[in-house]
């Protein structure tokens, strides 16, 4: 089946460590997105890729990294440099960058807890 | 700014009674304005949608209404059911490729 694949579902890392999340996509889509929720703040962009080897800080991508060097795959870096990692971490996919012509297609979630 | 608001934050209803969910959007640019719905456990999926050319939208028990004027656009559940227990988010683009979504309404539909 289509769809947006996301790994690990749960994630446990110490402080100071860096975590990359997988984000695996088999639609065909350009473009892709990483999300952060956080209880009653909805979901913040962190950063989004229009197309390979280009992608776009959103609104809270400081200490965050990603690469794009494949058009399936949208892996997310959390460094040690993000004050507040724990949250639950969404990625997403769409047909082609423009959104207003068609909607996000989201994986099932990964759910980072720092100790 | 870029900003969506949309209340309440928890709603609580009856099987079978209407639940509304409400959002507001700063930009008035904005032409596109898609509601999600998340359960438990899985990612946000897109249930309906509304473009600024109509004034409302409905498809079977949910529909959207949109006043381009006072900058607002809502979500109708009618008869609701157990499997509308979920939590909703509004969304609005400020741009052409970025989504900023309300903070989300987690909806009860108790027996």
């Known amino acids: 089946d289509g769809g947006i694949t996301q790994s690990p579902k749960y994630l446990f890392r110490k402080e100071g460590q860096n975590v990359t999340l997988s984000c695996e996509q088999n639609l065909n889509h350009d473009a892709m997105y990483w999300y952060r929720q956080d209880p009653g703040q909805g979901l913040r962009l962190i950063y989004y890729s229009q197309i390979v080897n280009d992608f776009q800080k959103g609104d809270i991508a400081e200490g965050y990294s990603v690469s794009r060097e494949k058009k399936e795959s949208f892996p997310l870096t959390v460094t040690s440099a993000q004050k507040n990692p724990t949250a639950f971490y969404l990625c997403?996919?769409?047909?082609?960058?423009?959104?207003?012509?068609?909607?996000?297609?989201f994986g099932e979630g990964s759910r980072l807890t720092v100790l | 700014g870029e900003n969506v608001e949309q209340h309440p934050s928890t709603l609580s209803v009856q099987e079978g009674d209407s639940a509304v969910i409400k959002c507001t959007y700063s930009?008035?640019?904005?032409?596109?304005f898609p509601w999600y719905k998340q359960e438990l456990g899985k990612g946000p999926q897109l249930i309906i949608d509304?473009?600024?050319?109509?004034g409302e939208k409905k498809d079977q028990r949910i529909a959207v209404t949109l006043n381009k004027t006072a900058k607002h656009f809502s979500l109708h559940i009618t008869e609701t059911q157990p499997e509308d227990s979920a939590v909703y988010f509004c969304?609005?683009?400020?741009?052409?490729?970025?989504?900023?979504f309300g903070t989300g309404t987690r909806l009860q539909v108790t027996l």
């Open positions: 930009d008035s640019a904005s032409n596109y």
């Open positions: 509304i473009r600024s050319n109509v």
């Open positions: 969304a609005a683009p400020f741009t052409a490729s970025k989504l900023t």
């Open positions: 997403a996919s769409s047909i082609e960058a423009n959104i207003f012509r068609g909607e996000l297609f």
